[in-house]
């Protein structure tokens, strides 16, 4: 892709703003606001530019993200550094605002809404912005290296903040955005044999109610144990003993536990006390040997291990749909009622064809078969009335953009600027991984909008003000200088 940044003549007020970026962030949202008015337009309506209508209201949010994208640009790229810890901290505020009663609104079973005057906010949405610029701040700090154990739990106890904030809202599927930070540490460095662990301990959840605990404890000994050898720069045979001694006495342990001193003990129980047991050696030989990665790994591994008992009780923690959701997710029940949203949008997608209906001409979206089809299931409207082809146009449109910060903050001088770019990329990818996915039944449907496609004020603020940043501190910073003096 060409890049356009340069300005060859006069400084300008937006001298070195990224246009590919703004190109295809107008894109998607003029995509947005056409899916928005298709999916909640009303024929018969006696006054078509009624503020009751959805896409009027996106229309109102629409603008007022292309004025704060504007401001956001002409700001001095210094404040977002200096400032990252105050906004964090106000964010997560409002955030924590939801609680107070008559201020905090519940929609949809979630507690994560405030209501102002005509307006619903979700916090949430801005708080992803304080967040980024937050861990930005701190893994750009002097020293902060991802090969340090103790930088990197700095980062997981500023994450843990929104996620636990988001379970105890039961807006599930917000806290687990910043899962997608994975990605961005994966970017800065940290080591892909600890990023395969920690891939393996967010499906945990999952393979819980499939598999059994042994099976799990087994497959979590031997996951670990191979990303251990891949650290320990291929010291296989010390890997192999490992698992070999684990075996044989998990072995003799449930043996003379049955036949010795006639214990009901099972060969389950024995493994984890042996395997806990030997956590102990693995940190000395960790010690010795000066690999320091390896605490990492031990962490996790304790982690994953504590969670095979208590994965039952953080399943009964969930309400009732969401438990459901996913029960009927994993085939484990069938039932038609949870299935219908999931079935609706898939006949909606695969009636599109190749070029579509037409605008306004979906049928299943028409007649209000696809619920929530202007929010989380907005995809469905742009697969029925505008086919494959349109799906594919607003698809590529993502992936540009997602591309395009990623290259943004490969080309930053400065830590803060990198890492902050690589977040918004990370979440950006989440959302539309996650959104587009559960609309066709790939994975279970959670409150996870599409960015700058679905309704929601918030979420087009909060994705327009996370956009913009990375624009702003992209900028070179002697054009800006330049340019906002002559201004």
């Not at 947005?32 to 024929?43: H, K, T």
């Not at 953009?401 to 950006?428: K, N, P, W």
Request: some cysteine; hydrophobic content about 55%.
């Amino acid at each position: 892709m060409t890049d356009i940044r340069r300005n060859n003549g006069a400084p300008s007020l937006f001298g070195g703003v990224d246009w590919w970026t703004v190109i295809l962030y107008l894109s998607l949202t003029v995509m947005g606001f056409v899916a928005v008015f298709s999916a909640s337009y009303v024929e018969q309506s006696e006054d078509p530019f009624s503020f009751s209508h959805e896409y009027i209201k996106h229309l109102f949010w629409l603008a007022l993200s292309y004025g704060v994208a504007l401001v956001i640009v002409l700001l001095d790229r210094s404040m977002w550094h200096k400032w990252a810890y105050i906004i964090c901290a106000a964010t997560i505020f409002v955030v924590l605002m939801t609680f107070i009663p008559g201020l905090g609104k519940t929609v949809n079973g979630a507690r994560a809404w405030l209501g102002v005057g005509g307006f619903t906010l979700q916090p949430m949405e801005l708080a992803k912005v304080g967040i980024s610029l937050a861990t930005a701040r701190l893994m750009s700090e002097y020293g902060f290296t991802v090969q340090k154990f103790g930088d990197i739990a700095k980062v997981l106890m500023l994450l843990a903040v929104p996620m636990g904030i988001a379970v105890i809202q039961n807006d599930t599927g917000s806290g687990l955005v910043f899962c997608s930070f994975l990605f961005m540490f994966y970017r800065e460095g940290l080591d892909n044999w600890i990023c395969v662990p920690m891939i393996f301990l967010a499906a945990l959840l999952i393979l819980s109610f499939l598999l059994t605990p042994g099976v799990l404890l087994i497959a979590l000994i031997l996951i670990f144990t191979f990303s251990a050898g891949m650290l320990m720069k291929n010291r296989w045979k010390v890997c192999v003993k490992y698992v070999a001694t684990l075996l044989v006495l998990s072995t003799l342990l449930f043996l003379v536990a049955t036949f010795a001193f006639n214990s009901q003990i099972n060969f389950y129980s024995a493994l984890l006390y042996v395997t806990m047991a030997s956590m102990v050696v693995v940190v000395w030989y960790a010690y010795r040997a000066n690999i320091r990665k390896l605490y990492i790994l031990v962490l996790l591994f304790f982690v994953s291990v504590m969670f095979l008992p208590t994965s039952d009780m953080v399943f009964n923690h969930l309400k009732p749909h969401q438990q459901d959701r996913i029960r009927t997710f994993l085939g484990l029940v069938e039932d038609r009622d949870l299935q219908y949203n999931v079935n609706q949008s898939k006949i909606a997608i695969g009636s599109g064809g190749f070029t579509g209906k037409g605008f306004l001409e979906g049928s299943q979206i028409r007649y209000g078969f696809v619920p929530e089809k202007h929010t989380d299931f907005i995809f469905c409207t742009v697969g029925e009335e505008f086919g494959f082809m349109g799906v594919l146009v607003l698809f590529a449109a993502q992936c540009l953009l997602i591309l395009r910060l990623m290259r943004m903050g490969d080309r930053q001088l400065e830590g803060f600027g990198r890492v902050y770019c690589y977040c918004v990329a990370s979440i950006l990818f989440f959302h539309c991984v996650i959104n587009i996915g559960m609309t066709m039944g790939v994975v279970p449907v959670m409150g996870i909008p599409l960015p700058f496609i679905s309704y929601g004020g918030s979420s087009l603020l909060g994705f327009t003000i996370l956009v913009f940043i990375a624009v702003a501190l992209d900028a070179s910073p002697i054009k800006r200088s330049m340019s906002l003096k002559r201004w």
